[in-house]
Each structure stands twice: as structure tokens, then as C-alpha cells.
């Protein structure tokens, strides 16, 4: 007599994932995403070791704009280059800064601080920020930021700016930030956007979507944990980082 077939060794029915978000389907919420005409320019760098599909937000940022990349990789040999598009004036682009300084260590004001080479706050903010056509944001873990940063030496022709948010993370307990104004990468996008295009709508968009998001996360953490499992306590979260001063 032969033996029963052995079902307890048989894999697991594979979870399909958006090909847009790239999260595993019953974590996505593609279908609720509100388009935005946006004036500028949108550019995530992710670093190819971003592993988190569950609570990242790169790509759910993204399928927000009408104007937004994302590029995974290491290193771009200019911002053009890592755009797919000419830029006449690098300088014109914002970078959220991988530096030390903090807006509140700064006295400064405003959501969004212009920053010279030096890391002091510039002079003629409103000037500079009217300037920008387009932001640059970094996605991955602190490090891993860290990593893009010096491996793309054409950031340093861009501008560097802070941010000074009036309320921590939404991410909350979900991942802990060694910094108050630390931010996930669809928050940084809702915080400088918005104030650089004078419209808080698309701040309450983004925001809508990540609680959304979060709120999703939360369903399915709790029907499914192998899907959504809980993050370990240590910084793990993925977003727009700061590291020491460049």
C-alpha cells in the first residue's frame, strides 16, 4: 500500500502583487488613489535593497502625479540622466537634505527651509523656493539613503531644503523615528508639494491615502501576519531619511 501524498509539505498559494503599488493585492488600494496635476517635477531615487511592500510608499505616491518617477537603483550620472528627460538647471531642483541641521535647531519658519552650502538657513527663501521646478526624494532605510546621497555627487549642484512638520509621522507605533521630523516619503512628497505649490490640497490628498494605506495595513495584519508582518522595533522605516551632514 503506498504511502498518503505528504499535503503538509505542499507551498502555499502565492499572493499576487498590483503591478502598479507592487504590494501584495489585498494591501492595495490603487483603486482609491486621487490623480494630481502637478506643476513640479517629482523624482524618487529607491534604493534597490527597499524591501518593504507592506508599508512603503514610493510607488503609491507616485500613481498619485500626472508627473512623478520613480528610479531604483545606486547611482545616476546626472539628474537627467536618472529624470529620462534634459534639465537646463539642476539648481532649480530641490533635494530633501541627508544633513544633521533641524528646522526647529535653526529658529526657522515655514514648513519647508531653503538651505545653503553651509547647512545655515538661506537668505531670500521666498525667492529660492519659487524657483524650484521639480523635488528629489530619497526611499529607503536610513542608510540606505545615506548611500544614494554620496553615490550621486550631482545632488550637491541641487538645492538643498529641510522640512520643519508641524506633526510627527502617521506611521506612529508602526515604526518608530529616532527623529521628530522624520517622515515617511508619501508625507515628505504632501509636505513640500504642497507648500511649494501653494496647495494644500495636496497635502489632504496624500495624507488621505497614507491613512488609507495604514488602515489597510491594520486589516490585513491582523486577518493574514505572514502578509503583513510587524515591524521590528529598531529603525526600520522606509522613507525620506536625513543622516549625518554631508
Known amino acids: 500500500m503506498s504511502n498518503p501524498p505528504d499535503t503538509a509539505a505542499a507551498p502555499a498559494e502565492l499572493i499576487p502583487e498590483c503591478p502598479h503599488c507592487q504590494k501584495p493585492m489585498p494591501l492595495c488600494i490603487c483603486d482609491s488613489v486621487t490623480p494630481i496635476e502637478n506643476r513640479l517635477g517629482l523624482?524618487?531615487?529607491q534604493h534597490p535593497q527597499e524591501q518593504d511592500r507592506a508599508l512603503g510608499t514610493a510607488r503609491l505616491l507616485a500613481r498619485h502625479f500626472s508627473d512623478a518617477t520613480v528610479r531604483v537603483g545606486l547611482s545616476w550620472p546626472s539628474l537627467s540622466k536618472a529624470l529620462g528627460r534634459p534639465v537646463e538647471n539642476a539648481a532649480r531642483w530641490a533635494v530633501l537634505y541627508l544633513?544633521?541641521?533641524r528646522a526647529a535647531d535653526l529658529e526657522a519658519e515655514g514648513e519647508i527651509v531653503a538651505l545653503s552650502r553651509k547647512g545655515e538657513v538661506a537668505e531670500n527663501q521666498r525667492a529660492i523656493l519659487n524657483k524650484i521646478e521639480g523635488v528629489v526624494l530619497l526611499d529607503g532605510t536610513w542608510s540606505q539613503a545615506k548611500a544614494l546621497w554620496w553615490r550621486n555627487p550631482w545632488m550637491l549642484k541641487c538645492q538643498r531644503v529641510i522640512l520643519n512638520?508641524?506633526?510627527p509621522s502617521r506611521y506612529g507605533r508602526l515604526r518608530r523615528e529616532p527623529r521628530r521630523d522624520g517622515l515617511s516619503t508619501i508625507e515628505a512628497a504632501a509636505s513640500i508639494l504642497a507648500s511649494l505649490?501653494?496647495?494644500p490640497d495636496i497635502s489632504e490628498t496624500l495624507h488621505a491615502s497614507f491613512e488609507r494605506m495604514l488602515a489597510r495595513y491594520r486589516e490585513v495584519q491582523a486577518e493574514m501576519p505572514e502578509l503583513a508582518p510587524k515591524p521590528a522595533a529598531r529603525d526600520r522605516r522606509r522613507?525620506?531619511?536625513r543622516g549625518k551632514r554631508a
Do not use: C, F, T, V
Open 197 to 199: 505649490e501653494r496647495r
Open 43 to 45: 523624482l524618487i531615487l
Open 99 to 101: 544633513g544633521s541641521a
Open 165 to 167: 512638520p508641524a506633526h
Open 239 to 241: 522613507g525620506a531619511r
